[in-house]
């Protein structure tokens, strides 16, 4: 069984970065895929980046060249690098683990950004 926490959301200003992490506890984290998704207020809950268990990777457009998903599977964690952030980048940030068999979130973090 797998729980995932989310860490890293905060308040920036635009053109600025963030790195959210996503700590795992439990066994065969390298057997699942990661993802980033992000819900804004009255919005639809996205899939923003995936990273398999070969480590390819897969992008919204919008965050395409900006954001950099990765993963440490002798750390359990996973990680989104955001850099050039935009207003409509402001969301929830939500930590995603999949396998064939399971599937689990995390609870969510705050990311803003405004000046």
């Known amino acids: 069984q797998v729980q995932l926490v989310?860490?890293?959301?905060?308040l920036v200003q635009p053109g600025g970065s963030l790195r959210l992490s996503c700590a795992a506890s439990g066994s065969s984290f390298?057997?699942?895929?990661?993802?980033?998704?992000?819900q804004a207020p009255g919005k639809q809950r996205?899939?923003?980046?995936?990273?398999?268990s070969?480590?390819?990777?897969?992008?919204?457009?919008s965050v395409k060249g900006r954001f950099t998903i990765s993963r440490d599977n002798a750390k359990k964690?996973?990680?989104?690098?955001m850099n050039s952030l935009k207003p409509e980048d402001?969301?929830?940030y939500y930590c995603n683990a999949k396998n064939i068999v399971?599937?689990?979130?995390?609870?969510?973090?705050?990311?803003?950004?405004?000046?």
């Open 6 to 10: 989310e860490s890293g959301g905060g």
């Open 30 to 38: 390298s057997t699942y895929a990661m993802n980033w998704y992000r």
């Open 46 to 52: 996205d899939l923003v980046a995936s990273i398999t």
């Open 54 to 61: 070969s480590g390819s990777t897969n992008y919204v457009d």
């Open 77 to 81: 964690m996973a990680y989104l690098q």
């Open 90 to 92: 402001t969301a929830v």
């Open 102 to 115: 399971w599937e689990y979130w995390g609870q969510g973090t705050q990311v803003t950004v405004s000046s």
